[in-house]
């Protein structure tokens, strides 16, 4: 493929991409989860579950990976509980376009399908914070990935994705003051640049009156809401 030629997976569901590029086959909670993301109509998508159910890997690796391979000028923003981590990530989805082996045990090797992602030279250097990939069309300057701690500034006007991953933990939810921060960065730093995209939140329930529960009840009347409890934590505080 020359730049501007890039496989066409219009047609191609999450679940076969994962199956196709991942080699994984997908569990019940996980059919769920990719019946949510997927759904046309779903702007909110609320995720909650244990730690280990496999969650982060599908939303904050999966997800994206599949989103600007099937639109090359997607915008995604990956938002987790801090910088440290965010770049973490972003890590685990460089090593996925660039380290060719990782695709060993799967039908099918992305990187070589798409012909590479990482752009030769020039000025859409990958840094620690975000990427761009080489495929990309039209002329914005915004990255196709960029991770960041909740909180922080997010780079450019539009965003077509923003996921939350694991972004609320004990030290932000502790305080009404401290989820009151955070519930304005998220509507007015966050969501408001993804209006007409989809917003994706992940993450495990901390506290009663944690910004999760807040935001399930607020969003529970929204035709565009969709939420998916992973059944193993089925405790007090999952379903209020």
Not at 71 to 85: E, N
Not at 178 to 195: K, L, V
Request: hydrophobic fraction near 40%; charged fraction near 25%; include cysteine.
């Amino acid at each position: 493929f020359s730049q501007w030629e890039v496989p066409d997976l219009s047609q191609m569901s999450f679940e076969e991409f994962v199956s196709e590029f991942f080699g994984i086959e997908l569990v019940e909670h996980q059919h769920r989860i990719a019946a949510a993301l997927e759904d046309p109509l779903a702007k909110l998508v609320l995720v909650l579950g244990h730690p280990e159910s496999g969650k982060s890997t599908m939303i904050s690796l999966w997800y994206p990976v599949y989103s600007f391979c099937k639109d090359v000028d997607h915008r995604i923003a990956l938002v987790t509980k801090s910088g440290t981590k965010a770049q973490d990530l972003l890590t685990r989805i460089k090593r996925y376009l660039t380290e060719e082996h990782l695709y060993d045990d799967a039908p099918q090797n992305l990187i070589q399908v798409f012909n590479g992602f990482k752009p030769m030279h020039g000025d859409m250097d990958w840094n620690q914070d975000q990427i761009y990939i080489k495929h990309r069309r039209s002329g914005e300057r915004d990255p196709t990935v960029q991770a960041l701690g909740i909180g922080k500034q997010i780079y450019g006007a539009r965003l077509d994705k923003l996921i939350l991953d694991d972004a609320l933990v004990q030290d932000n939810q502790l305080t009404e003051l401290t989820r009151e921060r955070i519930d304005n960065w998220f509507d007015n730093e966050a969501r408001s640049r993804a209006q007409r995209g989809q917003t994706v939140v992940n993450g495990t329930r901390l506290l009663p009156p944690d910004l999760y529960g807040q935001w399930k009840k607020a969003w529970a009347g929204m035709r565009t809401f969709r939420s998916v409890i992973v059944p193993a934590i089925l405790n007090e505080y999952t379903d209020d």
